[in-house]
């Protein structure tokens, strides 16, 4: 098992975000006020904004000059965002900042992959909690229909043909359509759910237990549960190579699914493990892929965090 929590995590007020500086900023564009007034205080020699195909904003609510691609697949479109900053290896210096508060988690995942594949092993994250979600535990973050479940580009993993001991994990957020989809998906495998606790907010937690238990036809009545900070990528990637630890000391795990549905930070931790762990393994990140997500599910400012990311 491997700690992750030495790695530097903190809370920003506006003044001392202000007082930051990077060579580099990218955002995904959302209205909501945690996004927008973010990138308004961050202070970069280049600031970018990126616009997801997912969102659909028509050309008079998104901002003028941000990056836009017409590919629908996360590698694609962080490759080429890349390819308009000159490549990756005028980067090699650069002081650079992501805020994935906006972003789509295959394009945040695909984006840390790419970074690390090119020796960017240092830069930071920030995220910034919402005050609230404009539905409570019905928000809905995408539509209804997902037209299919694959892997995350850069986190396909090899394939092990023994399958008598799959394991899929699964940190479950508010959509139990979202967590019933990637539990058909794998459906002979062993199932275990990681919730958000402590939550984001006092109420989240039990709101998000209650949406999954929407999806317990498919989880099944053996599922396991585990648990790991909502705002933590560190803590969620120690409690991922603690379970997968325990998990290979029972019987070996033939095939590992890891599916981060919940939030950014968690799925940034998935991100995370898999880079430190999984690489060259059978192990993939699996994910429900939608053509149309909602562009603000909230409302409100809450805590502003930043990541210290060392791969």
Same mark, same amino acid.
């Given at each position: ?29 959302? $209205? ?14 280049? @600031? ?14 998104? $901002? ?5 691609? %017409? ?129 984001? @907010? ?26 790991? $900070? ?29 599916? $981060? ?40 400012? %809450? ?9």
């Amino acid at each position: 098992m491997i700690d992750y929590t030495y790695q530097y995590r903190s809370i920003l007020t506006p003044d001392e975000l202000l007082a930051q500086n990077w060579d580099i900023f990218v955002s995904a564009y959302n $209205p909501c006020d945690r996004v927008r007034n973010v990138f308004g205080l961050v202070n970069a020699v280049r @600031k970018d904004w990126i616009i997801h195909n997912e969102y659909h904003f028509s050309e008079n609510d998104a $901002p003028l000059n941000a990056f836009k691609c %017409g590919s629908e697949s996360e590698d694609e479109f962080i490759l080429q965002y890349f390819e308009s900053l000159g490549g990756v290896g005028t980067l090699s210096a650069a002081r650079i900042c992501i805020d994935v508060t906006g972003f789509m988690r295959p394009h945040m995942l695909f984006l840390i992959r790419y970074l690390f594949e090119n020796g960017i092993k240092r830069f930071d994250v920030l995220y910034t909690e919402p005050g609230h979600y404009s539905a409570r535990d019905n928000t809905k973050f995408s539509s209804d229909d997902v037209d299919v479940v694959r892997q995350v580009a850069g986190y396909e993993g090899v394939t092990n043909f023994v399958k008598d001991n799959d394991v899929l994990i699964v940190n479950a957020g508010y959509e139990d359509r979202r967590v019933a989809e990637v539990a058909d998906e794998k459906e002979k495998a062993k199932k275990i759910v990681i919730y958000g606790l402590p939550s984001l @907010k006092a109420d989240m937690y039990q709101q998000n237990v209650l949406r999954t238990r929407a999806a317990h036809d498919s989880l099944g009545d053996t599922h396991l549960k585990a648990y790991a $900070p909502a705002n933590d990528p560190f803590a969620t990637a120690t409690v991922l190579s603690m379970l997968i630890e325990e998990e290979n000391k029972r019987q070996p795990v033939s095939n590992l699914f890891l599916s $981060p549905l919940a939030t950014k930070p968690q799925a940034l931790g998935f991100g995370l493990y898999y880079l430190a762990e999984a690489v060259g393994r059978a192990t993939s990140i699996i994910y429900p892929f939608s053509a149309t997500y909602q562009a603000d599910a909230s409302s409100g400012m %809450g805590r502003i965090w930043m990541y210290s990311i060392e791969l």
